[in-house]
């Protein structure tokens, strides 16, 4: 059975279509697609049905990454379907936590920070790129190839 994995930010048109699309491009380098399944949601729902943000495509697509996503929202079956879901920032991971309502179901283990799994970085979140400059688009990508080859590292240990 593959492992689910999935990403979340605020609008999913930046950063978890990012991590989506960087997640992808590494498991396929390494020949590891067949253990995974991985999507993307957003805790709002201004920008569902769109693709990601067209500054976060051209930046992504600079480094060999196609982002082919369209944003949705996330829902609470979320929670139970998917192994591990990887969140951008705190206000996130609170988002995420409140659409818990069977407290008995222990799903609290599998909401993480994604950059709880970086080598090099001691940032605790990926800023939010959208209201700021293309440097915010670079810092976002390299923050995520870094993490997320932490992330892999650990899935096949
Ligand atoms: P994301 O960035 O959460 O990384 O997709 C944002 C996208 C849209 C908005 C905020 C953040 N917005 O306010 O519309």
């Given at each position: 059975m593959a492992t689910k994995i999935l990403f979340v930010c605020l609008g999913n048109i930046c950063r978890s279509p990012a991590a989506e699309g960087v997640f992808k491009q590494k498991i396929k380098e390494r020949d590891l697609e067949k253990l995974f399944a991985v999507d993307s949601a957003g805790t709002g729902s201004w920008h569902v049905g769109n693709l990601a943000d067209p500054r976060m495509r051209e930046t992504a697509l600079s480094r060999g990454i196609e982002l082919t996503s369209r944003s949705r929202k996330i829902e609470e079956c979320d929670l139970y379907e998917f192994d591990y879901i990887l969140v951008m920032d705190n206000d996130n991971f609170d988002a995420v936590k409140s659409l818990?309502?069977?407290?008995?179901?222990?799903v609290n283990s599998k909401i993480k920070l994604i950059l709880s799994y970086s080598k090099n970085s001691k940032l605790e979140e990926v800023p939010d790129p959208y209201y700021g400059g293309q440097h915010g688009f670079d810092k976002v990508l390299d923050l995520l190839d870094d993490a997320i080859d932490g992330l892999i590292d650990s899935?096949?240990?």
């Open positions: 818990i309502k069977d407290h008995r179901n222990p899935l096949i240990d």
